[in-house]
């Protein structure tokens, strides 16, 4: 067994778990009025920033050149800015629901991406394992869709979170084999410094005019959950996934937050587990396994593991 992959696995399944759990505990941050869609993105982008900083007190220390920093701030922009920033704007304005309809779309794009980019081929279990999970997800998704919980621009709503889904896909395929060149501190590190500094000229005037009076522990529990454990530990999971497992699989993990839940609604007795639901479950993991015994080509194998290598050299 390669523990590099069950690493990998482990840390993917984690990320899709806390990123699972984020959609909710956003919403009703958001819905109070009184912390904005921007000001929940700041707080990500800095607070993370901060714990990652920290973190590096305790790891290494790895110089960065000055062209690297370069790509690193463009892996900013995609994995962190735009993804990041698309998803907390598009679900102000539309529901969880809807949101989590469109996540599952992202190891689609994936998929495709890194057949583009990559030359990571189609094959036959990836496709079927990709359909077999996302038709799971959209069984769990939408049987708990309410028109009560639509927001107030959900097609506006909607492509955002398209967007965010889109960003992050490309993230994943351009910035692959970069990525491991470096420790997950010190790519955290200055991917959310360079994201805290392209938004802190809108983000830091929001903060000035909040009425923090008003702020109920809640809302402050919330947004710590928010930025700790979906941001900084979602994160920290996703990139040793993202350095031990192919960009679609590390996707398919995408589909593990509408099970996510769907097992805390059960918990807290807001819905009943099914049979029905308990075949989407099967078929989402089943998805995934698919996908992880999908093998690329020799020849595919071949000049992935060159290019790593002259990325690496």
Same mark, same amino acid.
């Given at each position: 067994?390669?523990?590099?992959?069950?690493?990998?696995?482990?840390?993917?399944?984690?990320?899709?778990?806390?990123?699972?759990?984020? =959609?909710?505990?956003?919403? +009703? %941050? &958001?819905? @109070?009025?009184?912390?904005?869609? *921007?000001?929940? /993105?700041? #707080? !990500?982008?800095?607070?993370?920033?901060?714990?990652?900083?920290?973190?590096?007190?305790?790891?290494?220390?790895?110089?960065?050149?000055?062209?690297?920093?370069?790509?690193?701030?463009?892996?900013?922009?995609?994995?962190?800015?735009?993804?990041?920033?698309?998803?907390?704007?598009?679900?102000?304005?539309?529901?969880?629901?809807?949101?989590?309809?469109?996540?599952?779309?992202?190891?689609?794009?994936?998929?495709?991406?890194?057949?583009?980019?990559?030359?990571?081929?189609?094959?036959?279990?990836?496709?079927?394992?990709?359909?077999?999970?996302?038709?799971?997800?959209?069984?769990?998704?939408?049987?708990?869709?309410?028109?009560?919980?639509?927001?107030?621009?959900? =097609?506006?709503?909607?492509? +955002? %979170? &398209?967007? @965010?889904?889109?960003?992050?896909? *490309?993230?994943? /395929?351009? #910035? !692959?084999?970069?990525?491991?060149?470096?420790?997950?501190?010190?790519?955290?590190?200055?991917?959310?410094?360079?994201?805290?500094?392209?938004?802190?000229?809108?983000?830091?005037?929001?903060?000035?005019?909040?009425?923090?009076?008003?702020?109920?522990?809640?809302?402050?529990?919330?947004?710590?959950?928010?930025?700790?454990?979906?941001?900084?530990?979602?994160?920290?999971?996703?990139?040793?996934?993202?350095?031990?497992?192919?960009?679609?699989?590390?996707?398919?993990?995408?589909?593990?937050?509408?099970?996510?839940?769907?097992?805390?609604?059960?918990?807290?007795?807001?819905?009943?587990?099914?049979?029905?639901?308990?075949?989407?479950?099967?078929?989402?993991?089943?998805?995934?396994?698919?996908?992880?015994?999908?093998? @690329?080509?020799?020849?595919?194998?071949?000049?992935?593991?060159?290019?790593?290598?002259?990325?690496?050299?």
């Amino acid at each position: 067994m390669d523990i590099n992959k069950v690493k990998g696995h482990a840390a993917g399944f984690s990320a899709g778990v806390m990123w699972g759990l984020m =959609a909710p505990v956003a919403k +009703l %941050v &958001l819905a @109070a009025g009184i912390v904005s869609p *921007l000001m929940m /993105t700041g #707080f !990500r982008m800095a607070g993370a920033a901060v714990l990652f900083w920290a973190a590096s007190l305790f790891v290494p220390h790895e110089r960065v050149p000055r062209a690297d920093l370069l790509r690193l701030a463009a892996a900013a922009m995609l994995g962190i800015v735009l993804n990041q920033g698309s998803y907390i704007f598009g679900v102000s304005l539309t529901s969880p629901g809807e949101a989590s309809i469109i996540t599952t779309t992202m190891p689609l794009w994936v998929m495709l991406l890194a057949w583009l980019f990559l030359r990571e081929p189609i094959t036959l279990k990836k496709a079927g394992g990709i359909a077999l999970g996302g038709g799971g997800a959209l069984i769990l998704v939408l049987g708990g869709v309410s028109a009560a919980t639509r927001g107030e621009s959900p =097609a506006v709503g909607d492509l +955002l %979170v &398209l967007g @965010a889904q889109l960003s992050y896909a *490309l993230y994943l /395929t351009i #910035f !692959r084999n970069f990525i491991r060149k470096y420790s997950v501190v010190t790519l955290m590190k200055w991917m959310f410094t360079f994201a805290t500094i392209a938004i802190a000229g809108a983000w830091i005037p929001q903060l000035h005019a909040a009425q923090w009076k008003a702020v109920s522990p809640t809302e402050l529990l919330g947004t710590a959950y928010v930025v700790v454990c979906g941001t900084f530990l979602a994160y920290i999971c996703i990139m040793v996934a993202q350095k031990n497992l192919r960009p679609t699989l590390v996707g398919m993990y995408n589909y593990v937050q509408p099970v996510t839940a769907m097992v805390t609604a059960v918990i807290l007795g807001l819905e009943t587990f099914t049979f029905v639901k308990g075949v989407a479950v099967v078929m989402i993991f089943s998805g995934v396994l698919l996908v992880s015994l999908s093998k @690329a080509k020799s020849g595919e194998r071949k000049v992935e593991s060159a290019k790593e290598k002259r990325t690496l050299g």
